[in-house]
């Protein structure tokens, strides 16, 4: 069994530092779901959390400005998704001055419940593991369901990261009032915060925060491999499973990463958009650190700011080396999602080449929900959404074991990555919202 290496060590301990940039490039469709619609123009000036982005259609979420200045271009940009993407950057005049209109609700435990989830989604929160999906939409019940617990991931079991790590020990106050926030929204009597027992610091942490707050129990979960996926938190909680192509409230629950209850903190208490996350800027830099990063940094900003290239790189990626993807350039701009910027050198990039399927099942064997990723992959790569949902794609949990073990190298995590977002637009458009 070959043993993932964590690469956790040059960040772990860092404590983040906070590094604003010149000019920021948002992008409008950060979010799982449709763009949204600029609402400024060039040469407008904006305040730091002014809106900029209407949210549009039902999984729409509104876009704010991470720092204030004037607005340098509404256009199409090359970024991380496939095609040009709409994105408005700002000049930054470093006043940070608050937009006037952003007021808190007060106090997570005496506020209007029936305020709480409005606020999350005026803030624009989405997941900030890394998923993006827009969170109001994870409290929002069809007939018939209930939640009866809120689980909050801390398990940051992915490579290279410590920005989850580092929030729960730097701020783990912010944490327990999103939970708690969360839990009234939903009147919810049980919230666990579920950290790896890798990290018993950030566990110490955590209990000292949740020590008297109603309800809040932190888990130490085993370490292992992909214990932060939603469907084995999940079930390493509550003893449930989720049902194949089932959501965690089918099983009476909401996951939420602490980033995002972190963000609905800021968002119930002060009104506060999602403007900056931490984001561990790792691998071949010269100085590997845990980075506070407005939202719309450039990969080249956050990277200079760590000191530089500390060699020749040969591929950059958003995320761990498990479940991050490569992006084709340092001049992409940072996204609410963006946990972890980590670059490889070019002898590490050659195993990005992909070779061909030898058919050694060894992908199926570590697959966590039972999938068999050789026999999804080509239907993926042909667009063939049809066969691949047949194949079960939308029950994959993106861990990316089946790409790490298999020995052609086969991109088979990104391509399922790629094909569920295909097919969750697709039943977006068919039903017409
Ligand atoms: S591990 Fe790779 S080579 Fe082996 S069957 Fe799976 S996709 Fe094919
Ligand atoms: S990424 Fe691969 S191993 Fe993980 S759930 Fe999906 S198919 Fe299975």
């Given at each position: ?91 930054n005049d470093y006043k ?10 007060g106090d997570v435990e ?143 629950v909401i996951v939420l ?177």
């Amino acid at each position: 069994m070959q043993k993932l290496h964590e690469g956790k060590l040059p960040t772990k301990d860092k404590p983040v530092r906070e590094f604003i940039p010149d000019t920021v490039c948002i992008l409008m469709g950060m979010h799982l779901g449709a763009p949204s619609k600029p609402c400024v123009e060039k040469g407008e000036y904006v305040k730091l959390g002014q809106l900029i982005g209407e949210p549009v259609g039902a999984l729409g979420l509104p876009v704010h400005a991470s720092v204030s200045g004037e607005v340098l271009d509404v256009s199409l940009k090359q970024q991380m998704v496939a095609e040009p993407a709409m994105c408005v950057t700002i000049k930054n005049d470093y006043k940070d001055e608050w937009a006037d209109n952003l007021k808190g609700l007060g106090d997570v435990e005496t506020v209007d419940p029936s305020l709480i989830v409005p606020a999350i989604k005026a803030a624009g929160i989405c997941g900030m593991g890394g998923a993006c999906f827009p969170t109001h939409i994870k409290f929002a019940m069809r007939e018939g369901q209930y939640c009866d617990t809120i689980i909050l991931n801390g398990a940051e079991c992915e490579t290279y990261l410590t920005s989850d790590h580092r929030l729960m020990l730097e701020n783990p106050e912010r944490i327990v009032n999103g939970l708690r926030a969360a839990m009234r929204a939903m009147g919810v009597e049980r919230g666990v915060i579920a950290v790896e027992d890798n990290k018993p610091d950030a566990i110490e942490s955590m209990k000292k925060a949740a020590e008297g707050r109603l309800g809040v129990e932190v888990a130490a979960l085993k370490t292992k491999y992909p214990q932060g996926a939603e469907k084995q938190i999940i079930e390493s909680i509550t003893n449930r499973q989720v049902p194949r192509q089932g959501l965690p409230i089918d099983a009476h629950v909401i996951v939420l990463n602490v980033g995002t209850a972190a963000a609905i903190s800021d968002a119930v208490s002060f009104g506060r958009p999602v403007v900056s996350r931490i984001t561990t800027v790792t691998g071949c830099v010269k100085s590997p650190d845990n980075l506070r990063l407005r939202i719309g940094t450039s990969f080249h900003d956050a990277i200079e700011a760590c000191g530089g290239y500390s060699e020749t790189p040969g591929k950059l990626a958003a995320g761990g080396s498990m479940t991050g993807i490569c992006v084709a350039s340092d001049e992409v701009s940072m996204t609410k999602a963006t946990n972890g910027i980590v670059v490889y050198n070019l002898e590490d990039a050659k195993s990005f080449d992909e070779g061909l399927c030898i058919r050694c099942g060894r992908c199926a064997n570590v697959c966590p929900t039972g999938l068999r990723p050789y026999l999804m992959k080509p239907y993926c790569d042909a667009n063939d959404l049809a066969k691949a949902e047949k194949y079960d794609v939308m029950d994959c949990i993106v861990c990316g074991s089946c790409s790490f073990i298999c020995p052609a190298r086969l991109w088979l995590t990104a391509s399922f990555k790629n094909t569920k977002e295909k097919i969750l637009l697709e039943r977006k458009r068919r039903s017409g919202k």
